[in-house]
């Protein structure tokens, strides 16, 4: 029977595991089923990038966390069954993202993830 404290949602290691590009933490924070939503200029609402499964997120997180970026999480509001937060990262040509990210969450672990991202449009090439 699984305890109250392993089935709660601890933010500090999604915060951590982003901000220092640790891409298996942040893999084992997501539910095996899990479902990715990615919405910016090159992917908008009707046609997001939407991934399913902890293998296709895992691929997408260790591509991102091998990138020399920065990032840092802020402005975030976590409760039992949800948590949101702005992302905010730097490439070392000077170029910027932001994220708007919205987790929904279920026995502890992130279920369904949807992001809201836009780029520098000057500095960037593509994003």
Known sequence: MATAASDSFDFGDLKR?????????????????????????????????TLKGREAIAAFWRDVCS????????HEVVGAERAAFVEECAYPDGCHVMSAM?????GGRIARHLTVQAWDEVSCATG
Do not use: K
Not at 21 to 40: F, K, P
Not at 67 to 74: F, L
């Open 17 to 49: 595991a982003l901000e220092q590009s640790d891409a298996d933490t942040l893999v084992r924070l997501y539910a095996d089923d899990a479902e990715m939503v990615i919405v910016d200029r090159n992917r908008p609402p009707s046609s997001p990038m």
């Open 67 to 74: 990138r020399d970026m920065s990032h840092r999480v802020g």
């Open 102 to 106: 919205t987790l929904d969450l279920r």
